[in-house]
Nanobody
Framework: QVQLVESGGGLVQAGDSLTLSCVAS????????MGWFRQAPGREREFVAA????????DYLGSVKGRFTISGDIAKNTVYLQMNSLKPEDTAVYYC???????????????????WGQGTQVTVSS
């Protein structure tokens, strides 16, 4: 079993920055990917960013490329999402996810992740 705990959400203005953190506990193997998804009201949960625990695979949702950066601290079993130049359309509940991922194409689908955090709200005002 793997437990994930997110932190770092909040209310900010457009153009501001936030950093989300996700700490994982339990059995984390080297094949694990950890990622971030988000869900806005009335919308499906969407992929934002993910990385293989080794750092060999990482990618982003197109609309956040150049603004968001995912990084990890293996020793702390922690993944971060640095969010810069935030926009009102980034408003959502952000969820951390983790599971074994064996191919680069597997990091995008939420159905490939069985472990989820409780979510942290990010609200960006205009």
């Amino acid at each position: 079993q793997v437990q994930l705990v997110e932190s770092g959400g909040g209310l900010v203005q457009a153009g501001d920055s936030l950093t989300l953190s996700c700490v994982a506990s339990g059995r984390i193997s080297s094949t694990y990917a950890m990622g971030w998804f988000r869900q806005a009201p009335g919308r499906e949960r969407e992929f934002v960013a993910a990385m293989r625990r080794s750092g060999s695979i990482a990618d982003y949702l197109g609309s956040v490329k150049g603004r968001f950066t995912i990084s990890g601290d293996i020793a702390k079993n922690t993944v971060y999402l640095q969010m810069n130049s935030l926009k009102p359309e980034d408003t959502a509940v952000y969820y951390c996810a983790a599971d074994s991922v064996f191919g680069a194409a597997d990091i995008y689908a939420r159905t490939n992740y069985n472990y989820w955090g409780q979510g942290t709200q990010v609200t960006v005002s205009s």
